[in-house]
């Protein structure tokens, strides 16, 4: 259990450009472990551009940049995420904080 991370593939519904509660329901599942348990067992796969407009993921990404990846639509780029996915689940998240956003509450 605490060797594991827990990947989350989100992709807009249709295209809607309006935020699911599905992101918002992955987010807060993953802030909740953070804050009680000091973990962070998350990496988040986004499918469409639409979602890094998500204030969401816009927070996540300033936490933890490499914990939050896109799905390239260029096939050639894509054996480089392959190895960022890699990266991530492997990598400590809480170390690869931003330490300019983390001071205050870690």
Avoid at 35 to 57: H, I, Q, R, S
Avoid at 82 to 105: C, G, H, I, P, Q
């Amino acid at each position: 259990y605490n060797n594991r991370k827990t990947v989350f593939v989100l992709t807009s519904p249709n295209g809607c450009s309006h935020e699911s509660g599905v992101v918002r329901q992955a987010f807060l599942l993953v802030q909740q472990r953070l804050l009680d348990e000091k973990v962070d067992v998350a990496v988040l796969v986004l499918l469409d551009l639409l979602f890094p407009k998500f204030k969401y993921l816009q927070m996540r990404k300033r936490l933890c940049k490499k914990s939050v990846l896109s799905w390239p639509k260029n096939p050639r780029v894509q054996p480089l995420f392959w190895n960022n996915l890699r990266v991530a689940l492997v990598s400590d998240n809480v170390k690869a904080y931003n330490k300019n956003v983390t001071e205050s509450f870690f």
